[in-house]
């Protein structure tokens, strides 16, 4: 039968994986947000999209749009770099906006003479056609009425421009479909902006995890040891980590409202080395205690193999550890009660 401790020391060590992984996470939020990289990472997606660079020509007039100017505050200057921009734009915002400054609806065909007061039909003067439709003559769908469709106000040789004269060629005289049409090419582009961030922050929270790791002496194998000799270390950090699934906010802390509050997050940080060190691991820097600080070479060498796993282990980052968490507590709750209990003999 599986091993209850081993379950216990599994729980434990995800749930300092976890706990490192959200310090990680809100510091880098915290310097995302101080160096504005999100609003940046947008705005230069944004000139990609539209082939404008330097941010002087189309893509001036579409920030300072209100559609999009009412996201932020002031005038939208590309030679500020201060400038305290949005770092997300809807994409109905986007699209809308964008069909404002560079699409002429279509127009309906005008009739070549119009009735009047003294031509128009009445009961007794029932119109005539003057030449009625035949086979040769029938309105088809490329002279129907002659109506002017979705226009593209010019801008030779852009990007923009023969991205939005294909997608209203597809779009027909449908506006709607049109905005829709151009709300999926901005989603696709946004996509590929939060690929790129997401693998900064991936390398960032590497490079932070293996800082905070040896900043506060966090060695899985020094860990993995403690959990595994010390019952009262195992049960106090199985407690805290049932207590902390059980809130259920340990991947919400740092999303959302928090993600550009420096201070949240600062204290999301306290709070967090505070659970970590309330728990009796051996993490932290003493020099009294030969399971922290090591005697030797080979003591040291271990040390360093155990920060390169925790680091690594990091990088996994928060949610990975949360998902990890809750599947071993709820295998717990399936194996604790079956370890309680013993097998009866058979009376035959």
């Known amino acids: 039968m599986f091993s209850l401790g081993i379950l216990d020391v599994g729980i434990g060590l995800a749930f300092v994986y976890l706990m490192a992984s959200l310090i990680c996470t809100s510091i880098n939020e915290i310097i995302e947000s101080w160096l504005k990289n999100r609003a940046s990472d947008l705005e230069k997606g944004i000139r990609d999209l539209l082939g404008d660079p330097g941010g002087t020509g189309l893509m001036s007039q579409l920030y300072n749009h209100p559609l999009v100017n009412g996201l932020f505050q002031g005038v939208y200057n590309p030679a500020n770099k201060k400038q305290d921009l949005p770092s997300y734009i809807p994409a109905r915002n986007f699209a809308t906006a964008l069909m404002d400054l560079m699409v002429i609806p279509p127009t309906a065909p005008a009739a070549e003479n119009p009735p009047t007061a003294e031509n128009s039909p009445t009961a007794e003067n029932p119109p005539i056609a003057e030449n009625p439709p035949t086979v040769e003559n029938a309105p088809t769908a490329g002279n129907a009425g002659d109506a002017a469709g979705i226009i593209i106000k010019s801008i030779d040789g852009t990007q923009v421009d023969r991205a939005l004269r294909a997608l209203a060629k ?179």
């Open 170 to 348: 597809q779009a027909g005289n449908n506006l709607d479909r049109l905005r829709v049409d151009i709300e999926a090419w901005y989603n696709s582009a946004m996509d590929r902006i939060a690929g790129t961030y997401k693998r900064r922050a991936q390398m960032a929270v590497l490079v932070i995890g293996l800082l905070v790791t040896i900043a506060a002496n966090i060695d899985t194998i020094t860990i993995v040891n403690s959990l595994s000799t010390d019952p009262a270390v195992r049960n106090s950090m199985v407690a805290a980590a049932q207590e902390y699934a059980r809130r259920d906010s340990a991947v919400s802390d740092t999303t959302g409202a928090n993600a550009n509050n420096p201070k949240m997050l600062g204290t999301l940080v306290e709070n967090d080395l505070r659970t970590i060190r309330q728990a009796g691991l051996p993490i932290g820097w003493d020099c009294s205690n030969p399971r922290i600080v090591p005697r030797d070479l080979t003591g040291w060498l271990t040390k360093i193999v155990g920060w390169i796993l925790t680091a690594a282990a990091i990088s996994l980052g928060a949610p990975f550890w949360f998902d990890t968490l809750n599947k071993f507590i709820v295998v717990r709750s399936t194996v604790k009660p079956r370890e309680k209990s013993k097998e009866e003999p058979s009376k035959d």
